[in-house]
């Protein structure tokens, strides 16, 4: 079948990264049926033919106005697909939309009707956010990585840098590859409004944000950079889970051990 994808290596190349990661969340487990979420911003991709291509499915209302997202397009996840089909056929389990001129509507163009992700509008938020804040992150991801929602049921975890503290200690590399550690968002209602804006209060501070009892949630410059920072920090949080299961609780790196690291490194914080 004929797909957006053909003969565009770019654009290609951004969606075989969406299909691995998909994979990857699979694997690890972090994507239980249709858990997760990837939406990303394929603008600087779309040629002027892309550009000219009729919607494929009705024109949808977002129930958001976007105002920055005005003729962007998003490659997104399809709603109720799986990350595991997704990881094989990702035109046949997710979907190409514009952003009509409205900046509160949009439209598919690519390859099928799927419909994109019931947390869209939450997603498309996040993006409107990142381009106000001038940002080049075109990649948003949620997903359920075990450890990390297991330590979220801990009140005294959620505390402010408490879990970023800890899981830097674990291993020198978090802090190298997750500078600005993992923000806390209490629990809310999954796709609602409240939890699509308390997240964006913490992206002002964090690549990557735990909600309470759900799950993660990450951006960056592309799909496996946002990946690469959950995974780091649920390695570290598997690190001291483990430690606890053999019987003790693990001494950390120092506070002067990180501050090194972060000299070291010109590392944020
Ligand atoms: O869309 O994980 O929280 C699937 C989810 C929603
Ligand atoms: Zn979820």
Same mark, same amino acid.
């Given at each position: 079948?004929?797909s957006i994808l053909t003969n565009r290596k770019g654009l290609a190349q951004e969606i075989g990264k969406v299909?691995?990661?998909? =994979?990857?969340?699979?694997?690890?487990?972090?994507?239980?049926?249709? =858990? =997760?979420?990837?939406t990303i911003n394929i603008t600087d991709w779309i040629d002027d033919d892309i550009r000219?291509l009729?919607?494929? &499915?009705?024109?949808?209302?977002?129930?958001?106005?976007?105002?920055? %997202?005005?003729g962007c397009y998003f490659y997104c996840?399809?709603?109720?697909?799986?990350?595991?089909?997704?990881?094989?056929?990702p035109m *046949?389990?997710g979907?190409v939309i514009r952003?009509?001129?409205? #900046? @509160?509507?949009? *439209?598919?163009i690519a390859d099928?009707?799927?419909?994109?992700?019931?947390?869209?509008? &939450?997603?498309?938020?996040?993006h409107?956010?990142?381009? @106000?804040?001038?940002?080049n992150?075109k990649a948003?991801?949620?997903?359920?990585?075990? *450890?990390?929602?297991?330590? &979220?049921?801990?009140?005294?975890? %959620?505390?402010?840098?408490?879990? &970023?503290?800890?899981?830097?200690?674990?291993?020198?590399?978090?802090?190298?590859? #997750?500078?600005?550690?993992?923000?806390?968002?209490?629990?809310?209602?999954? @796709?609602?409004?409240?939890?699509?804006?308390?997240?964006?209060?913490? %992206?002002?501070?964090?690549?990557?944000?735990?909600?309470?009892?759900?799950?993660?949630?990450?951006? =960056?410059n592309d799909v496996?950079?946002?990946?690469?920072?959950?995974?780091?920090?649920?390695?570290?949080?598997?690190?001291?889970?483990?430690?606890?299961?053999?019987?003790?609780?693990?001494?950390?790196?120092?506070?002067?051990?990180?501050? *090194?690291? @972060?000299?070291?490194?010109?590392?944020?914080?």
């Open positions: 079948m004929e299909a691995e990661v998909a =994979g990857y969340l699979w694997e690890k487990g972090w994507a239980e049926r249709n =858990g =997760g979420n990837i000219r009729p919607g494929i &499915s009705p024109v949808y209302r977002l129930e958001v106005t976007l105002p920055l %997202l005005k996840k399809g709603t109720n697909r799986r990350m595991r089909d997704l990881a094989r056929r *046949e389990n979907s952003i009509l001129d409205d #900046c @509160s509507s949009y *439209e598919i099928e009707v799927v419909l994109p992700t019931s947390e869209l509008p &939450s997603h498309l938020s996040v409107n956010y990142l381009k @106000s804040i001038g940002s992150y948003s991801v949620h997903t359920h990585p075990i *450890e990390l929602v297991a330590m &979220s049921h801990h009140k005294p975890f %959620l505390e402010k840098d408490v879990l &970023s503290n800890l899981l830097w200690s674990m291993i020198p590399e978090t802090k190298a590859f #997750c500078p600005r550690g993992l923000g806390i968002v209490p629990y809310q209602l999954p @796709s609602s409004v409240a939890l699509a804006e308390a997240t964006i209060r913490e %992206l002002g501070d964090y690549d990557v944000v735990l909600w309470e009892k759900h799950g993660v949630f990450a951006v =960056g496996m950079e946002a990946f690469d920072q959950i995974d780091v920090l649920s390695k570290s949080a598997q690190i001291y889970i483990s430690a606890r299961n053999m019987g003790f609780i693990p001494d950390g790196m120092t506070q002067e051990q990180m501050r *090194e690291m @972060s000299v070291a490194f010109h590392l944020p914080k």
